[in-house]
Nanobody
């Protein structure tokens, strides 16, 4: 049974940092990438980052490059999203997801590529 559970969301001031964790089980990590997505009220869900199966290659949306980093914590069977220099426009529900191989790696952050979704965690950036 596939399970994805996000944690680490909360309220943070602009310029601050948050560390999201996605604990996953039942997912063969040699076959699935783990992506992070977000959805703000009234907006479509958008891709944030992707950590590939196997070699651990990463891909980021332009609007988070240089601020967000995704990595794997094998000891906890988790994938991490470290978010620095947060902006109010980063406020959203953040979801992790399991993504099967795509024709182009950048397609990993396209929501329609996803096989399995977590329930999401709220991130609010506000003073």
């Amino acid at each position: 049974q596939v399970q994805l559970e996000e944690s680490g969301g909360g309220l943070v001031q602009p310029g601050g940092s948050l560390r999201l964790s996605c604990r996953h089980s039942g997912i063969p990590l040699d076959q699935y990438a783990i992506g992070w997505f977000r959805q703000a009220p009234g907006k479509e869900r958008e891709g944030v980052s992707c950590l590939s199966a196997g070699k651990g290659l990463t891909y980021y949306a332009d609007f988070v490059k240089g601020r967000f980093t995704t990595s794997r914590d094998n000891t906890k069977n988790s994938t991490i999203l470290q978010m620095n220099s947060l902006k109010p426009e980063d406020s959203a529900i953040y979801y992790c997801a399991a993504v099967p191989p795509t024709a182009l790696f950048r397609l990993c952050i396209v929501p329609s590529s996803v096989d399995y979704w977590g329930q999401g965690t709220q991130v609010t950036v506000s003073s």
